[in-house]
Structures are given as C-alpha cells and as structure tokens.
C-alpha cells in the first residue's frame, strides 16, 4: 500500500509558475523604480576592463566599453517597462474607444470600423509599425505610437463584441425602459461591463509590446544608442558576439523573463476573472 501526500506535482507547478512570475516581475517594478539604489550609476566607463567574462565585481560582466552589464540591464528595466506600458495604455485606448463607436454606432459605423481593422490587421505588426516608424521618425515616442497602431485593431475587435453582447442584457434593456438617456446607459452599464476583460488582454499585451519595442530598437529606430532599453543594448552588443557573448546574452535574458512572467500572470489573472481554478 502506497501513501500519498501533498499535491500533484502538476498542481503545484501550476501554484508555483505564477507565484514565480509575480515575484519576478516585482524585482523588475523594483529595478525600473529604484535603478541607483539596486546597482548604482550606469555611466562609469573602464576600457581597461572591456569585455569581461561574469565574475567577480561584475556580475554579468563589462560592455565594450568596460561599463557594468548588471548595471545597465537593470537602468534599462525602466525604459522597456516604460515602452511596453505605454504603448499599451495607447492601444487600448484608441481600441476601446474604436470598438465602441462599432458596437454602438449603427450599422454603418460598425461597418466600417470592421473593415478598417481589418486592413490594419492584414498587415504584419512589426511591417505596420515600421511604416508608422518611418512617418513619424525613430525615437520612443514613434515606437510607442506604431505598437500601439499595431495593437488597437485586435482591442477594438473585442471590445466591440462586449459591446453588442451587453448591450442586449436585461438590465440595459431595463435602463432604457426606465427612461435613461443613452449617455448615462452607457456611462453606468455599458462601459464598465465592457472594460474587465480589457484589463486581462492588456496585460498579455504588455510582453508583447516590450518584444516590439526592443526589436525596433535593436534596428535602430528606438531610443539612441546611449540608451540602457534592452533592445538597445542588443543592438550595441552584436558587433562584439565573437568577442564576449555576455553583452547580448543578459540583456535577451531579461526580455525573455520578464515577457514569460508577464504572459504566466497575465494567464493567472484570466484564470481567475473567468471563475477557472487553474490551481
């Protein structure tokens, strides 16, 4: 006879990945927050010392030019943080409101907010958000704005089917045989019954968004070459790969983890908002 005790080990997997991923992406928050106080200043320059291996004093190595590889992956935490959110924070923006007027609209406004996702949607993002790159010029901002232009169709879509399934619920039905006017209906019924399931989406949206934005960077278009953004400090480092590896390694590490975390959290969070017990 064979004893069994504790949890599954599939269950407590399940418990332990999300738990790992908050825990991660918290030190991140904390890396992009407070960058002076975790690792000092990112500008100290040692040619003498380029190049380095990991090791002692340097804990993920030197760049070529013998600056902390620790130090400037954690000073870039904030920009790729910052990228990621707030190119977001644009899509959905411009998606909510773009579903709205669809779902909302009539029949011609629905039409034709469709028909126009759908073109940006037949487009591949990173080719939609080089184009808008190209209009407004490379920096930051352009690459915020062309992830954002790239994310909003797939916002919109959604949000307009939330739009038509609420709007057809018994309370707004309710709401409008009481008198309501249309604003206020929407106002308290609609909208904050639309909104939820945006947050869950966003979230997943975020590591995307870094992705994004560290691949335009590493093309150039991002923030200039000075800049800690992860990207950015790929882009600086494929020129030394059969020099060191540790300048291109770290920095990929950290858009991979912190993206992997984002999705593990983000899928927690659904989990959890559609009422699922993925423990």
């Known amino acids: 006879m064979t004893a ?20 991660f992406l918290v030190l991140v928050v904390l890396a992009a927050a407070f ?3 975790l690792a000092g200043h ?5 040619p003498l010392n380029a190049l380095r291996g990991p090791g002692a004093g340097h804990l993920f190595g030197t760049d070529q030019l013998g ?8 000073h870039g935490a904030r920009a790729s943080l910052a990228l990621g959110i ?21 029949r011609f406004a629905d039409e034709t907010a469709m028909r126009a996702a759908d073109v940006f949607m037949s487009v591949p993002p990173v080719l939609l958000a080089l184009l808008v790159v190209a209009i407004l010029g490379a ?25 038509l399934v609420v709007k057809e619920a018994g309370y707004v039905r309710a709401a409008t045989a009481l008198g309501l006017r249309r604003r206020e209906i929407i106002g308290r ?19 995307q968004s870094i992705i994004a934005g560290a691949s335009l960077s590493f093309l150039g278009l991002g923030p200039q070459q000075s800049s800690e953004e992860w990207g950015s400090l790929l882009a600086q480092a494929r020129d030394y790969l059969q020099d060191a590896w540790a300048p291109a390694v770290f920095p990929g590490l950290a858009i991979t983890l912190t993206v992997i975390s984002i999705s593990v959290a983000g899928r927690a969070v659904q989990a959890r908002f559609e009422g699922r017990d993925d423990r």
Do not use: Y
């Open 139 to 163: 920096g930051g901002p352009s690459v915020a704005v062309a992830i954002a232009v790239s994310l909003a169709p797939g916002f919109a879509r959604i949000v307009r089917v939330q739009t």
């Open 189 to 207: 019924h609609i909208v904050p019954n639309v909104l939820p399931p945006m947050l869950v989406l966003a979230t997943m949206n975020v590591g």
């Open 4 to 23: 069994t005790t504790g949890l599954p080990p599939t269950t407590s997997a399940r418990r332990l990945a999300p738990a790992l991923a908050v825990l």
């Open 42 to 46: 990112a500008d100290g320059v040692d």
């Open 35 to 37: 960058p002076d106080l």
């Open 86 to 106: 707030g190119a977001t924070a644009l899509a959905a923006a411009a998606g909510i409101a773009w579903g709205l007027v669809a779902g909302l609209g009539g």
């Open 67 to 74: 600056r902390d590889i620790f130090t400037r992956v954690i």
